[in-house]
């Protein structure tokens, strides 16, 4: 299998601008999770869903932040209008269930200028 | 308030030397999983324990549950560079629940 893949890896953006993550999970993974990790917060939660229903959203930190998963195999977290405080490295994670291993993908590294 | 604590935040020591961390809680949880992030990458599944007392071991590294099933610890002998990373404990405090993921603990192996 190949992991959780996202993508980019690298996003460099201006202030104002949308951005896109991509995800896309383990084959057969029923949960999909968005983390968000800098130096200050370390490893949040943003939005975890079940079999493709957003489950808790309650980590998100405004309206500029909205995440869908319209299949089991790809999902996407939308930021827009980006500022210069969302830049951090964003992790998508897959698992059979909710309560059970985590595997991350490499995670998207922004930086919001 | 974090579910899972985790202590201490930040540690830096040679190579060679021995280390515990460890991870707090109130709840009980079905079972505690340790993490490791290297820098550029995602976290990554070390072990999970299960059983109250549960004493597992991975080469230089030992996991210990607690007896109720509230803490875990880690400890790490003879350190090397190579066990630089971020260590992170996680849980579900009751079956069904997601896991959520303690702050973790910044381990530096200096040469």
């Known amino acids: 299998d190949a992991g959780v893949i996202q993508s980019p890896r690298h996003e460099v953006t201006e202030m104002g601008q949308e951005v896109t993550l991509r995800c896309k999970p383990i084959?057969?993974?029923?949960?999909l999770f968005w983390y968000r990790q800098t130096m200050m917060r370390g490893l949040e939660l943003l939005i975890y869903?079940?079999?493709?229903?957003?489950?808790?959203d309650s980590g998100m930190p405004e309206d500029r932040f909205s995440a869908k998963m319209p299949n089991a195999s790809f999902s996407t977290l939308k930021i827009q209008p980006s500022e210069p405080r969302d830049s951090a490295v964003y992790f998508c994670?897959?698992?059979?269930?909710?309560?059970?291993?985590?595997?991350f993908g490499p995670g998207t590294r922004l930086l919001v200028l | 308030t974090q579910l899972l604590e985790q202590s201490p935040q930040f540690l830096s020591i040679q190579e060679g030397e021995n280390l515990t961390v460890y991870c707090n809680s109130s709840?009980?949880?079905?079972?505690l999983q340790w993490y490791r992030q290297e820098p550029g990458e995602g976290p990554v599944l070390l072990v999970t324990v299960v059983t109250g007392g549960e004493v597992k071991k991975l080469k230089r590294l030992t996991f210990q549950f607690g007896d109720a099933r509230k803490d875990s610890s880690l400890h790490i002998t003879a350190a090397q560079t190579g066990d630089t990373g971020l260590y992170l404990c996680?849980?579900?405090?009751?079956?069904?629940?997601?896991?959520?993921f303690g702050e973790g603990t910044q381990l530096t192996v200096n040469p």
């Open positions: 994670a897959s698992s059979s269930l909710a309560e059970e291993t985590q595997y």
């Open positions: 869903f079940n079999n493709n229903v957003p489950i808790d």
């Open positions: 709840s009980v949880f079905s079972s």
């Open positions: 996680a849980g579900a405090p009751t079956s069904g629940s997601r896991l959520t």
């Open positions: 084959s057969g993974h029923n949960s």
